[in-house]
C-alpha cells in the first residue's frame, strides 16, 4: 500500500467540501486511532462521555472566544446543512409573526433560501441581483422594513463571488444571515445579528457539521407544535445533544477553531491574511488588460471566491487542465457563471494563491 504525504497535496480550490488546515489534518490522523488521554478514537466514542463533552465544551469556548460572542446568545452544532436551516429559520422565526420576512436574493444560495420560507409565511423579496446575473449587492437604494419578523441574506455567494464586507441597518428586524462560505474570515459584531449559521464545509471544517448561533429572544418564537428536530429551543436545552450529533466533525471544527486561535493569531488577523491573498489575484485579474475578466463588480468582490472568465471557453477548458498539471485543481466555475472560481478560503495557504497568480500571468504570456 503507497504512502502520501503532505508533499504530495495539491492546491485545492475547491468551493466545498474544502481545504482544511494542513496542522490539523495531522493532528486528525495523529489521534485518529487513539485520542491521547482517552484509548480510543473519536470515531467510537459516545456522545454523552467525558471525552466527547470535553471536545464539545471546547469548541463552544474557542468558537465564543474568536467571535467575542456575548451570553445572550447560544451556540448550537447541528446537521442538515444550509437545506435544513432553509427551513428551520422560518419555521422558528416566521411562524405566527404578523409581519413578512425580508430576503435579499444576492445569488444562488439566497434565491434557495427564499424558496423553502415562502412555504412557512409570508417573505417579502427587498433587492434581487438576477438582471445583472448577480454580479452585486445593493447599494443606497436598499429599503428595508425595520419591523419585519427579521431580515434574511447571504454573507458570501460562493457561485457569483460577491461578499457584504459589511452589515446593512435592518432596524428591529433581526438579521439573519447564511455565513457558510465566510464564516470566521474575520470578527463579525455578532450584537448586530438575531442568528448566523455556517456550514462548515466551506471554512470552517468538515461537511457534516453547521453551527448556529442564536440570540436568547429568537427562542421565544419558537412554537410547541414543531416537530422535536426541528425546533431550536430542544437543541439549546440539550445542549446540542438532543440527537447523536456529528462528533468527528465537530472534533475537526474543535481542531480548525484552536488553530485560528493559537496558530493564526484570532480573526483580525485571518482577515488581513484573506485580504493579502484575495489581492493577489485580483491584482493579475486587474492588470490583465481583460483577458481575465472578474464576474463580481470591484466593491463587491468575495475573499473568499474569485470568479472570472477568459475571452473563450475553449480556453477556460485549457485553463483548468493546465491548472490540473500544476497542482491547482478545483478551478472550474459553476455552470450557472461558467468561467473560473478560486476559493481561497481561510485554510488556502498564500503559497497556493501565489502558485496561481504566477500560473495566471504564464498562460495569458502563451495564450493571450
Not at 36 to 50: A, C, I, K, T
Not at 203 to 222: C, E, H, K
Amino acid at each position: 500500500m503507497s504512502t502520501t504525504t503532505a508533499t504530495d497535496r495539491v492546491y485545492n480550490f475547491s468551493p466545498g467540501p474544502a481545504v482544511l488546515p494542513l496542522p490539523v489534518l495531522e493532528q486528525a490522523q495523529r489521534e485518529l486511532v487513539s485520542l491521547p488521554g482517552y484509548g480510543m478514537s473519536v470515531l467510537e466514542m459516545s456522545h454523552r462521555s467525558q471525552g466527547f463533552l470535553d471536545i464539545l465544551a471546547e469548541a463552544k469556548r474557542n468558537l465564543k472566544a474568536l467571535l467575542g460572542i456575548p451570553d445572550n446568545y447560544h451556540v448550537l452544532f447541528l446537521q442538515g446543512g444550509s437545506r435544513l436551516q432553509f427551513s428551520m429559520i422560518p419555521m422558528n422565526l416566521l411562524r405566527g409573526q404578523s409581519q413578512p420576512a425580508e430576503y435579499l436574493i444576492t445569488g444562488s444560495w439566497s434565491k434557495m433560501a427564499l424558496d423553502e420560507a415562502k412555504r412557512e409565511g409570508q417573505t417579502n423579496v427587498v433587492w434581487d441581483g438576477k438582471a445583472t446575473n448577480f454580479d452585486r449587492l445593493p447599494g443606497s437604494e436598499l429599503k428595508l422594513n425595520p419591523n419585519a419578523a427579521y431580515t434574511y441574506l447571504c454573507t458570501n455567494e460562493t457561485i457569483q463571488g460577491v461578499q457584504f464586507h459589511s452589515e446593512p441597518d435592518t432596524g428591529n428586524s433581526p438579521l439573519v444571515i447564511d455565513a457558510s462560505s465566510d464564516f470566521l474570515y474575520r470578527k463579525l459584531p455578532v450584537e448586530k445579528y438575531g442568528l448566523i449559521y455556517a456550514c462548515a464545509q466551506k471554512n470552517a471544517g468538515p461537511a457534516g457539521v453547521t453551527a448556529v448561533i442564536i440570540r436568547d429572544d429568537l427562542l421565544a418564537r419558537s412554537q410547541d407544535s414543531l416537530p422535536g428536530y426541528l425546533n431550536y429551543k430542544n437543541h439549546v436545552k440539550e445542549d446540542s445533544l438532543y440527537n447523536t450529533p456529528p462528533t468527528f466533525a465537530i472534533y475537526l471544527m474543535g481542531l480548525v477553531l484552536r488553530w485560528l486561535k493559537d496558530d493564526i493569531g484570532g480573526l483580525d488577523r485571518m482577515h488581513q491574511l484573506n485580504k493579502e491573498k484575495a489581492k493577489l489575484l485580483y491584482d493579475v485579474i486587474d492588470g490583465s488588460g481583460g483577458f481575465y475578466r472578474g464576474h463580481a463588480q470591484p466593491a463587491n468582490r468575495s475573499l473568499m471566491n474569485v470568479t472570472f472568465r477568459l475571452p473563450s471557453e475553449a480556453l477556460e477548458k485549457k485553463f483548468c487542465s493546465e491548472g490540473e498539471q500544476r497542482g491547482l485543481d478545483g478551478l472550474k466555475g459553476h455552470r450557472s457563471v461558467g468561467g473560473i472560481r478560486a476559493s481561497i478560503y481561510n485554510a488556502m495557504p498564500r503559497a497556493g494563491v501565489e502558485s496561481l497568480a504566477q500560473f495566471m500571468r504564464e498562460f495569458q504570456a502563451a495564450n493571450g
